[in-house]
Structures are given as C-alpha cells and as structure tokens.
C-alpha cells in the first residue's frame, strides 16, 4: 500500500510533489516552470526549437522565481539541440526530459554534469534501451497526452515498462485529477507528468482564446492528425483539423499537410487562433474547468490524490 507521495522520484529530483510540468512547445517557458517549481513539483521549460541562447535566458527567468529545481525538455529534433545540450550543462539545470529520438550521444556530457536524465518513451523497448544508456527514470507516455503521440494507452504502457526496468517510471497522458494521479501509483508509476491541465494555468503565457477553448472542451472534442504519415499529433478540434483529416483522408502529400500547420501551433498560443491553429491538449481536456494558479493547481492536486490513497 502507498504511505505517502513521498517517492523515488521525489528524493531523485529534490522536488516536494510527484508532479512533472510537461515541457510543451510555445507553452512552457519561464513564468509556468518557475511557478510549477514555487509550488512544489518540477516545471519544465519547453526547448522545442529554439536556439540555446533563449533557452539560457528562459532559465535564468525561472531561477529569479524560484530556487527550486527545473527542468528543460531537450527536442532532440531540434536544430539547435547541440547548442541546448551545452546550454543546460553551462546553467546547471537538475534535470533533462527529452522528445523526439535518442539522447544517447548526450547523455555521458549530462551525466558528468549532474544532471538527471529522464526521457519520454512510448514503448517497452525504447523504456530498456533508456535505463542500459543511464537513465535516472523514464516517462512512460499514453496515447491519449496532446501533441505527438505513440500508440499504447497510458493503462497498459505503465505497468509494462514498470515490469521492464528498475529505474523509477513517469506516467503521462490522460491524467487530469487526483483520481488520474492515484491511478497511476496503481499501475505502479512512482510520478505523473501532466501538460494539458497546466495550458489554463494562470501563470501560463497561453493566449486566452487557447486557455477557453480547452475549458469548453468536451470528451469528444479531441482529434489526431498525421496518422497517415507516422507523425500523429492530438489536437482539439477545428477548422483545420478538419481540413486537414480530409486532406489526409484524399492522399494529400507530407509536404502540402506539413504546409498546412506550419506555424500553426505558434499561431494558437501567441495569437489565439484558435480555428486555424494548432491547439494542442489531450483527451483530458474536457476535465479542465477553470483557470487557477500552478500553486492552487497543485494544491488541489495532492488533496485529492491523498484522499483517494488514504494518505495523511
């Protein structure tokens, strides 16, 4: 039975609460990092592709709110991931999630550094591959998370890369409340990592077209694209989406789709389209009711796990 939510990864990252800020694109910058860190749990700045230099000043951004640990979600994909790869070891970041590849040629620099090295997998295989490499822990990552997705539900991914390695797991996707959180110590995950409940933070930078089409978000409202050519990615749904899908569906070229969200996602945060942007959460979405403070978020959070868990 689960004492309390005091865990390995807690005592890992020297953090108060098993909660992980996802590192989103466009999203998670300074201000919600710092603000995820103040209140207790790990906020993590969104590297996506941006240059290492504006990294750096995001960092420093989030230390002058908080001393608690952050993070820095590295996209491997990025262009600048060398430049980011040095910028986190030269700011002494606690801790590195990663997206979109292998960090394997980065991770003996990361090490050397101090740095906790926990990347995001989406199957069994990938989740031994990252523990053999020298992962501290490894974010198991459901289907049902916004943005670029995998296959496996949340459910069935978990407890299976939590049978596969040692090394303490991260469950993300679908998690929106403490009823998600409590779930996931059953299947065997010693944190959460969650994004979408953290887009209508009032410390996030999201525009406030994205923060109320998230809050009106029902449980049918979620759509994937990219099917078609391997990069799904879950969005909520709207004028794109569906032309998109029915570009999809015609056999539409990789290119004319990519065409078609270039810039987009950038489109929805910053300037708040919301009909042709790409507004990205996951399935939890229609859980999201209201705006509150990461602190408030958080709070609400651990009351409610602990209930559930039977935890002082």
Request: some cysteine; charged content about 25%; overall charge negative.
């Amino acid at each position: 039975m689960i004492k309390d939510l005091n865990t390995r990864i807690t005592q890992l990252l020297g953090i108060r609460y098993p909660i992980i800020q996802g590192g989103m694109a466009w999203v998670a910058e300074a201000n919600l990092a710092g603000a995820v860190s103040k209140a207790g749990g790990l906020g993590v700045i969104g590297g996506a592709n941006a240059p290492g230099e504006v990294i750096r000043e995001q960092i420093r951004k989030a230390r002058e709110i908080t001393s608690n640990p952050i993070g820095v979600n590295v996209m491997l994909m990025s262009p600048h991931v060398e430049d980011v790869a040095k910028v986190v070891i030269e700011e002494k970041v606690e801790v590195v999630t990663t997206g979109a590849g292998n960090p394997e040629k980065f991770m003996k620099a990361w090490k050397e550094a101090g740095i906790k090295i926990i990347p995001v997998v989406a199957s069994v295989a990938l989740a031994k591959r990252m523990e053999r490499s020298g992962a501290d822990a490894v974010i198991a990552e459901g289907t049902e998370s916004g943005g670029h997705i995998g296959e496996a539900t949340t459910m069935t991914l978990v407890p299976q890369v939590v049978d596969a390695v040692s090394i303490p797991v991260i469950a993300a996707g679908g998690i929106g409340d403490g009823r998600g959180i409590a779930a996931a110590f059953m299947l065997g995950a010693e944190a959460v990592q969650m994004g979408t409940r953290f887009l209508v933070a009032e410390e996030c930078i999201c525009h406030a077209n994205y923060k109320e089409r998230v809050i009106k978000a029902k449980d049918i409202d979620s759509a994937v694209t990219g099917r078609s050519h391997g990069h799904p990615v879950r969005q909520l749904r709207n004028q794109m989406t569906r032309e998109y899908i029915e570009k999809e569906n015609s056999g539409a070229s990789f290119e004319e789709l990519e065409y078609l969200t270039l810039g987009s996602l950038r489109n929805a945060v910053m300037d708040g389209d919301v009909k042709m942007g790409t507004v990205m959460a996951g399935q939890i979405a229609g859980m999201v009711s209201k705006e509150q403070t990461c602190e408030e978020i958080i709070q609400e959070l651990v009351s409610q796990t602990k209930e559930l868990l039977k935890i002082n």
